[in-house]
């Protein structure tokens, strides 16, 4: 891996991790359907008016086509859907713990349906990273934590594995500010129909609303999701999956930065130990 996609892994990371505080700030004024149905909406014609301003088209292959809905289902309706209702109930910060559970399920799922190859020592890596977030979840667990919350979690980290293998291949057809627009549109449309058969609309106008959505359509929602398709490209999916496991570090610090939520010595154990597995699996993946 060359330094170019490691400074790419990590600024996905960082406003990745970020997008789970903001996310906080938005349910606790407004409907969280509503709120990403909204959210991608504007994305998604702010991606797509990129993109023809750079000339790219929307004569998509079929295969750009079919990640482009699969994406657009599993990160933005159901990956995100899920994890804005969780957080009703749950701190930003045990949301983006359980979110670094994502890249041993892209491993497992690669495995069993396009037959890739995961090194011992990658295995190591990947099990050192569950060790680290077993223990951040089990101190947070000990303080008490809405188990729906939490299950709705793991089932939106299980959509996003199946978005990102989605993504395979995708980007190498370029046009890739145009499928970041246009999957904006697909999770968009769903969210909007869930949100008129589940939700009352009622929001309460507040600068910090305003500045968290603000923030949360333009950096992780257009520009981590442009930084993702192309990392993705150029590394490969499993690959570019080992940096959700930096999640927990920035999600459970910029929580604790901007929120207040606590941040315990269990947080930072956990934190270390996963960082061991990140470069594990990284040292696995050299030629």
Not at 71 to 86: E, S
Not at 119 to 129: E, H, I, K, Q, T
Not at 209 to 228: D, S
């Amino acid at each position: 891996m060359d330094l170019r996609a490691i400074a790419m892994g990590l600024a996905f990371a960082l406003m990745w991790s970020s997008a789970f505080t903001s996310a906080r700030m938005i349910v606790a004024d407004a409907p969280p359907l509503a709120s990403l149905a909204l959210r991608f909406m504007i994305s998604g014609l702010i991606g797509v008016g990129i993109a023809l301003a750079a000339g790219q088209s929307w004569r998509l292959s079929r295969a750009q086509w079919r990640a482009t809905l699969i994406f657009g289902l599993c990160q933005n309706a159901l990956y995100l859907g899920l994890n804005f209702v969780a957080m009703q109930w749950v701190e930003a910060s045990v949301a983006s713990i359980i979110a670094s559970t994502m890249p041993l399920m892209v491993a497992a799922l690669g495995w069993v349906v396009f037959r890739d190859r995961v090194r011992p020592l990658g295995v190591l890596g990947l099990a050192a990273g569950v060790v680290g977030v077993a223990i951040i979840m089990g101190a947070r667990l000990s303080g008490g934590v809405d188990p729906v919350g939490m299950a709705l979690c793991f089932v939106a980290a299980l959509a996003l594995s199946i978005a990102t293998l989605s993504v395979r291949g995708a980007a190498s057809g370029g046009n890739v500010m145009m499928i970041v627009g246009l999957q904006m549109f697909v999770g968009s449309a769903v969210l909007a129909v869930a949100s008129v058969g589940l939700e009352t609309w009622e929001v309460n106008w507040t600068p910090r609303l305003l500045g968290a959505f603000a923030y949360t359509t333009l950096v992780p929602g257009v520009l981590a999701t442009w930084i993702w398709f192309r990392l993705v490209g150029r590394i490969g999916a499993v690959k570019a999956a080992t940096f959700h496991f930096l999640n927990p570090f920035f999600g459970v610090a910029i929580a604790a930065a901007v929120l207040g939520e606590r941040l315990g010595w269990l947080d930072l154990v956990g934190v270390a130990v996963i960082a061991g597995g990140i470069l594990a699996v990284q040292l696995s993946k050299q030629a």
